[in-house]
Structure formats: C-alpha cells, structure tokens
C-alpha cells in the first residue's frame, strides 16, 4: 500500500517568523506564598470531592475558582483562531528554570522549600501554615487550568479490585499475593488540550460495489466475485477540532508495549468543559507530575492526530463507496491553533515487576478520577498461560482433523 | 473462543468448504493466547482521538466523478482503501510513535 502525501502546512507561519505566538495570560490573579481562607484565613484547604469545591478545614466554607472555559472564553471562536494562542502556563520550559523552587513563609519568615516535580504545595515545617505556589514559573509545574477529582478514592478502589478480579488466573502468582487496590494514588497528570482551526484536503479514488456473484474454479470449488465501479474522489473542508488533548509529561508518551502507559490513555476523555483556573489547593492530598514538554515537542503529534480527525470527519460524506476510498493526497492546513496545559486527574495503582533476566516493568491500572473508566495491565503468569494454550491447541488439532475426516467421508 | 466460533460459521457459511473450518481449528491454541495477553495486557487500548474528538465541520465541497467500471474483482475491500488509517496512536508503531521516539532523544525535560 503506498502510503498518501500528507501535507501541513501553516499558514500563519509568516507571522511565527517575526514574532512570539499570542500568549493568554492565565494566572494574572495568582499569587505565591499562604493562600488563605477568605473567611477565617485559615490554610488548611482542600478539595471537597463530593462537592468539587474548595474547603476549609477550619471554618468548613466552601468556594470554587472560575471554570476556566468562561474565564478564558476557551469555548468560542475555534473558528476565528489565526496563528498560534497559548496559554500563559503553556510557555516553553527554560532549561536554567528551577525545578525546586524557595518561598518565604509569610506568618514566620521561615525558608521553605517546594519540589514542583511532584507538588506545588509544602507545608513551613516551623508554623505548620501550607504555602502554595499559584504563580506561572517556565518551568512547567503550573498549568494553565486543572480539572479536580470528582471520584472519591472507595469508588476508584472497587474499580480497580473488580478490573482485577477478572483477571486472576493468569496473573501473575506474586501479583496475586501482593495485590492490594487500598495502594492506588491520585495523581494530577499534565496535558495539553489544543483547540485547532484547519481546512482539509483530501483526494484518492473509491470503489463502490455493482455486483456480487460465485464463479466456479473447479469442479467441486466455487470463489466470489465483485463488479465495482471507481470513481475519482475529492472532499474539501474547513475544521473545527476541540479539545485534542495531548499528555505533556515525556515519560507518558512512551505508550509502546514495553510500558503501560497506553492504559492511562486510553481511560479519557476528561470533561474538560468543567475545568476551573489553577489553585495549587486542588492538588492537595495528590500528587502531581510536572510538565517536561513544549509546544514544539507536541506539534508534530498533534498534527497528525488533526489529520486523523479530519479524515474520521470526512467518513459521513462516504457512505456510497461501500469498498472503501485510498486517499493519495492528503493536505491539512492549519489557520490557528490555541494551546492550555491542564492537570488532569488519575486514580494510578501502580506494581513493579521485577523479572528474572534483572529488566523490570511498571503495570498500571489507572482510573478516570471524574468518569470511572478503568482500564489496566495485569502482569501475566506465562508458564501457565503457555501450558493452558498448548493444552487449547491440542483440542483444536483433535476437532479440526475431525472435521477435516468428516468431510472426506461426506 | 467466542471470535473463533465466529469465525468459523462465517467461513461455513460462505464457502461450504469443511477443510477451511477443520484447518481454523489447528490455530485454535495460537488464538487462545493472543486474546488472553491482550485480556491481562490491553496493549492494543488507546483513546481514539480520530472518532471521540469534538469536531465541526463546515463548507464541505465534494468531489465525485466516475472513472471507470472494474469487473471480476476478488476481493470484498478496495485494494490500499485508507479512509479509516489512523496514523497519530501513540502505541502503534506508526508515525507518532516515531516522533515520540525523537522527542525522547532531544525533549525539553530535564
């Protein structure tokens, strides 16, 4: 099969040459340091996922920041977008960033310490007040919205003991003995959630089937046979694509085999339409992993994942070529595109498995910290997989010379 | 096993042909295996962008003209048909998964 020449092109390129992508200022309220109550001050405060508010844990007020679609208009103008818009938590990573940031405590003077690798958040180890870090530093630890848990941990753990328990007899023994779902974190995960303005092209040939009929090739054989008729096709559009989101952490896009990180994929989508503006209080009590990517890194997946949308897109217009359509041309142009970096949130049981020739693997059964969705790696007990498959192919050799005697005799 | 069956009464179905099902059955041990690693395993589970995403589109120009009548055909599917190819699965072995391979080589992260 020859593969199709795909095309990209940008037509805002000559805008990139001379300038900086428009950046969305998205943190231009935050601030750094003891993030308060407003009511009584206190800064023990975290989220309530029953209600999916903010909560003091002195005073038991409730309050929430901005759902981040209307407070950044991110649900119009898709099709208005020109050149690239990013969200200022979207910015590039600067190498000489840190990751482990100082902030001075602001009850007691005290230095304290944030590992933003895993947190945004530490408490002052002198006047037990928790700092925050709300501010957007290039270095990724800060998106530009976050979407908080709504799935409360029970939920999450009957998911996973339920995923597993369907899948026991070729687990793993040691899997088996050590399996325990009380161990599944939350997680707060990074993602770019692009919005994209295109036009697509695309043109090849389709067959569209006229007859259907037996030929014999031999006396006792019969094949099938089709008349179709080809036609030249083309189809031409504009695009609208919302909310492709992309993992922006390095380690989550390794999705190959040799990893289990396609199961974390494969549990969205999120609701991303309820996502609220940052407030490092969301994260507490999770963790959280930093995003270690750029805009750049992501363009070229994110354009070949608009390809595939806008070729799905295309499918309603092709009911009529019943024998399917090869595009050999296939061109996306991209008019605007707007970036937002998003935490979004995982329910992660994680086992490490160590194997006998020294290499380990980590298997994940990960669970939609808003949906539900479960999905999983299980690690397998091969030398019992092995034996039942054999014994499986041993019945199958017995009823298939069976069948086959039968059909001699008959 | 359910697949298997399946598979078997279309392949009945259609040809009539006993030794195509008693010869399915001699791979029955091979199949078995696949379905119970990809049951444990699930490492053919990915989000499918290409279908989930929201899309809209507008001003749609098609293009159809006929080329010509083709008889006798043998197979049920156009020769190379890519309508549905999805090439940005991060854990297939196509093209994102090689600009994820570069990515790991010259990423930003630290």
């Known amino acids: ?309 806008a070729r799905h897109a295309a499918h309603s217009t092709l009911g009529f070529y019943d024998r399917g359509v090869r595009w050999d041309h296939e061109q996306l142009t991209v008019k605007g595109q707007r970036w937002v970096s998003a935490y979004l949130p995982v329910w992660l049981y994680s086992y490490h498995q160590e194997k006998k020739d020294g290499r380990s693997m980590v298997h994940y059964v990960a669970v939609n910290g808003r949906t539900g969705s479960v999905m999983g790696s299980v690690p397998i007990n091969y030398p019992r997989l092995l034996l039942t498959s054999a014994a499986v192919e041993v019945a199958g050799i017995v009823v298939g010379t069976i069948i086959l005697a039968l059909g001699a005799i008959l | 096993m359910t697949r298997l069956a399946e598979v078997t009464v279309l392949a009945s179905t259609d040809s009539g042909d006993w030794s195509s099902v008693g010869l399915l059955f001699f791979a029955a041990g091979f199949v078995f295996y696949a379905v119970m690693y990809l049951r444990y395993r699930n490492t053919d589970k990915r989000y499918q962008h290409e279908s989930r995403t929201r899309t809209v589109t507008n001003d749609m120009r098609a293009r159809d003209e006929k080329v010509r009548s083709l008889k006798g055909l043998k197979n049920s599917r156009m020769r190379g048909a890519n309508h549905r190819s999805v090439k940005g699965a991060l854990n297939s072995g196509g093209g994102a998964a090689k600009l994820m391979s570069a990515l790991g080589r010259h990423g930003t992260g630290r």
């Open chain 1, 1 to 309: 099969m020859t593969e199709p020449a795909a095309e990209r092109r940008d037509e805002s390129d000559d805008r990139q040459a001379d300038g900086t992508p428009q950046v969305l200022r998205t943190d231009a309220d935050a601030a750094s340091g003891l993030s308060k109550c407003p009511r009584c001050g206190a800064t023990q405060i975290a989220l309530n996922i029953g209600s999916g508010m903010l909560r003091c844990s002195f005073c038991r007020d409730e309050w929430s920041t901005p759902n981040a679609n209307e407070a950044f208009a991110l649900d119009q103008g898709v099709d208005q977008l020109t050149g690239v818009t990013m969200g200022s938590g979207s910015a590039d990573i600067v190498p000489s960033a840190e990751v482990v940031l100082t902030f001075k405590c602001g009850a007691c003077g005290a230095e304290i310490v944030i590992d933003t690798a895993s947190s945004t958040q530490a408490r002052c180890h002198w006047c037990r007040n928790k700092l925050s870090m709300n501010e957007q530093v290039p270095n990724g630890a800060v998106p530009d919205m976050v979407l908080p848990f709504s799935l409360p941990k029970e939920r999450a753990v009957e998911q996973i003991a339920q995923f597993v328990r369907k899948r026991r007899f070729f687990a793993h023994p040691r899997f088996r003995e050590e399996f325990n779902p009380e161990n599944v974190l939350g997680a707060y995960l990074p993602y770019m959630v692009v919005d994209v303005n295109a036009h697509a092209s695309f043109t090849g040939q389709g067959e569209h089937q006229t007859r259907r009929y037996s030929v014999k090739v031999s006396d006792d054989r019969s094949e099938t046979r089709y008349d179709a008729d080809l036609y030249d096709v083309g189809r031409d559009f504009d695009v609208e694509i919302h909310d492709l989101a992309v993992v922006s952490s390095r380690e989550r896009l390794d999705q190959r085999s040799s990893t289990s990180n396609n199961v974390i994929n494969a549990i969205r989508p999120f609701d991303l339409e309820n996502a609220v503006t940052y407030d490092s209080n969301y994260l507490a009590g999770f963790t959280s992993e930093r995003r270690d990517t750029n805009v750049a890194d992501l363009a070229p997946i994110v354009d070949a994942q608009s390809t595939d949308v």
